[in-house]
T-cell receptor, first 116, second 109 residues
Framework: EAGVAQSPRYKIIEKRQSVAFWCNPISGHATLYWYQQILGQGPKLLIQFQNNGVVDDSQLPKDRFSAERLKGVDSTLKIQPAKLEDSAVYLC??????????????FGEGSRLTVL | AQSVTQLDSHVSVSEGTPVLLRCNYSSSYSPSLFWYVQHPNKGLQLLLKYTSAATLVKGINGFEAEFKKSETSFHLTKPSAHMSDAAEYFCVVGDKLIFGTGTRLQVFP
């Protein structure tokens, strides 16, 4: 079974530029998550989708971050314009269940962003 | 609101000795709790989960954790460390999957 795919693995940009990350979850997984992991910290939830609808985006900085999952399968996370403090690993995860506390999350390897 | 505190940022053990990674949680109701492991350059992987069934939970690779409501703790243990256990471990609480800051486990030969 293929795992959660993310691209690109690494990205270096200058501040005020834009960047996009792509995630393809495990086939059949209804719920998709984007997390931000800053060096030395635990992952922080940015947004949760169930199929193509947003369940929770309370911690997404909406002035610069956006995410979509138009067909309920793959998803894109965009940052525009990027700030220095956005340097982090962006993790995508998926699960087959609707409620996270009943299921196992499967994580991708992450996209490492460096903002100069 | 729910929160989780991992009491040690680094733990070092010798191969073959016991492992203890400590986690305390805060929740107004009985939460779901998880331990995830992150090996270098690999994705996070679920070790075990507690969802209000048995208080002693067994996971993969010989790890287990005990839910203690009176102490609001969910410590991760393993009787005998292996070199391959060296990784970052995260305690996670609740429906919103709030992660702790992580504990880096080093295993010396």
């Amino acid at each position: 079974e293929a795992g959660v795919a993310q691209s690109p693995r690494y990205k270096i940009i200058e501040k005020r530029q834009s960047v996009a990350f792509w995630c393809n979850p495990i086939s059949g997984h209804a719920t998709l998550y984007w997390y931000q992991q800053i060096l030395g910290q635990g992952p922080k939830l940015l947004i949760q989708f169930q199929n193509n609808g947003v369940v929770d985006d309370s911690q997404l900085p909406k002035d610069r971050f956006s995410a979509e999952r138009l067909k309920g399968v793959d998803s894109t996370l965009k940052i525009q314009p990027a700030k220095l403090e956005d340097s982090a690993v962006y993790l995508c995860a998926s699960t087959v269940t609707v409620r996270a506390n009943t299921g196992e999350l499967f994580f991708g390897e992450g996209s490492r962003l460096t903002v100069l | 609101a729910q929160s989780v505190t991992q009491l040690d940022s680094h733990v070092s053990v010798s191969e073959g000795t016991p492992v203890l990674l400590r986690c305390n949680y805060s929740s107004s109701y009985s939460p779901s709790l998880f331990w995830y492991v992150q090996h270098p350059n690999k994705g996070l992987q679920l070790l075990l989960k507690y969802t209000s069934a048995a208080t002693l939970v067994k996971g993969i690779n010989g790890f287990e954790a005990e839910f203690k409501k009176s102490e609001t703790s969910f410590h991760l243990t393993k009787p005998s460390a292996h070199m391959s256990d060296a990784a970052e471990y995260f305690c996670v609480v609740g429906d919103k999957l709030i992660f702790g800051t992580g504990t880096r486990l080093q295993v010396f030969p």
